[in-house]
């Protein structure tokens, strides 16, 4: 009586510890899936692999102690094949779904998958770089010189920052220019900023001593072997842009084209308000983080930019957010009617200084337009 009544407890006692264990495999489901290739989530998306290149799948499951098993199928092994371990070939231009199945510990499964698009072989397009540094008199002018991977001679685009810039502004627009075909040429004007890698000093600088800057590296770069002179555009932003106008008149037969972007024509109008007479400018100026000299303003008190431009018959594209507070419309709208041969695209929503997606737009439309000239 006693030993079957031991038997008849470790029984229960048994099928208690196994229902236990089976109630804690049943609570043990895959609840969700994430694929990774290379360190990017990939779940339920489109990832392009170039034909011949070998990819890893790495599966990450929701709770980690969930998975029991995995298995990889690929919808089209012609295009894509895909290993017992989630290793995907590359083989020829398509596309191939890869699923990913999960087993979890309660042998229920869960999907997701990843569509592979096969591409052809990527060629890196990617511009030379180099620094180049140009001589203006006693002064020293820093820039970045962004040329075409492959030899020739090219076409060339010089850029101009604006006011307290420097030459890294438009390291994207210098890259995608040089990937089109151009030999692009971004630089920091003397004095013209707190992080110039030009010589001088904030103090002296003025929007004439920038026109002087610009005139150096035009013929500077008009004489390189692999630039042909004959196509040489001008592309300047704010107060650069301001400066580009001023140079293009002084070498118009020799600017191919002239691209601005939100060019402040009204910088001397401006200041004429602040100072009413050249005795009431001070000595220094601390203005948005650029110390500057009584002659920056002394300089433009009486200068009418639009009575010194316009002599320039070579195509102009203008491009203006409508969103600028800086520079109100009226000034673009005038430029463009005191050039013979210009044109304005205004953006929407975009302010002084593009966003990346407005700086995208805009160095589509710049490009287009010199391809045009």
Not at 146 to 156: F, L, N, Q, W
Not at 286 to 299: E, H, M, P, R
Not at 338 to 345: K, V, W
Not at 353 to 366: C, D, H, I, L, R
């Amino acid at each position: 009586m006693i030993t079957m009544g031991l038997a008849a407890v470790l029984a229960a006692a048994s099928v208690l510890s196994f229902g236990g264990m089976a109630a804690n495999a049943a609570g043990t489901g895959v609840k969700d899936i994430s694929l990774y290739i290379n360190d990017k989530d990939v779940t339920n998306i489109d990832c392009s692999v170039e034909k011949g290149k070998k990819v890893k799948i790495a599966t990450e499951v929701t709770p980690k102690k969930a998975k029991k098993s995995v298995q990889f199928k690929s919808s089209n092994p012609k295009v894509a094949s895909v290993s017992k371990k989630g290793l995907v070939t590359a083989k020829k231009k398509g596309t191939a779904k890869i699923t990913v199945t999960v087993k979890g510990m309660d042998n229920k499964t869960k999907t997701a998958s990843v569509k592979v698009e096969v591409i052809g072989k990527i060629i890196d397009n990617s511009p030379k770089v180099e620094e180049l540094t140009i001589e203006d008199g006693s002064n020293k002018i820093y820039g970045k010189l962004y040329t075409p991977k492959k030899e020739g001679v090219y076409p060339a685009v010089i850029l101009s920052h604006g006011y307290n810039g420097i030459n890294a502004d438009f390291v994207k627009e210098c890259t995608y220019f040089a990937e089109n075909g151009y030999i692009a040429y971004a630089f920091d004007f003397c004095g013209g900023s707190g992080r110039s890698k030009s010589s001088g000093k904030s103090t002296d600088m003025t929007i004439f001593t920038e026109k002087e800057n610009l005139l150096a590296v035009f013929n500077h770069i008009k004489g390189m072997e692999n630039v042909d002179s004959s196509r040489i555009f001008l592309l300047g932003g704010s107060q650069g842009g301001l400066v580009t106008a001023l140079t293009a008149e002084e070498i118009a037969d020799e600017v191919k084209a002239m691209v601005l972007y939100f060019p402040a024509f009204n910088i001397p109008d401006n200041w004429r308000g602040t100072y009413k007479t050249v005795e009431a400018i001070p000595e220094t100026v601390d203005f948005w983080g650029l110390k500057l000299g009584k002659n920056f303003f002394a300089s433009i008190h009486d200068f009418d930019p639009f009575e010194n431009i316009g002599s320039y018959t070579g195509n102009v594209l203008i491009v203006y957010g409508n969103k600028d507070a800086i520079v109100p419309y009226n000034y673009v709208t005038r430029a463009k009617e005191t050039y013979q041969n210009a044109e304005l695209i205004v953006l929407e929503n975009e302010g002084h200084g593009f966003s990346p997606a407005g700086g995208t737009k805009a160095m589509q439309e710049a490009l287009a337009f010199m391809n045009e000239q």
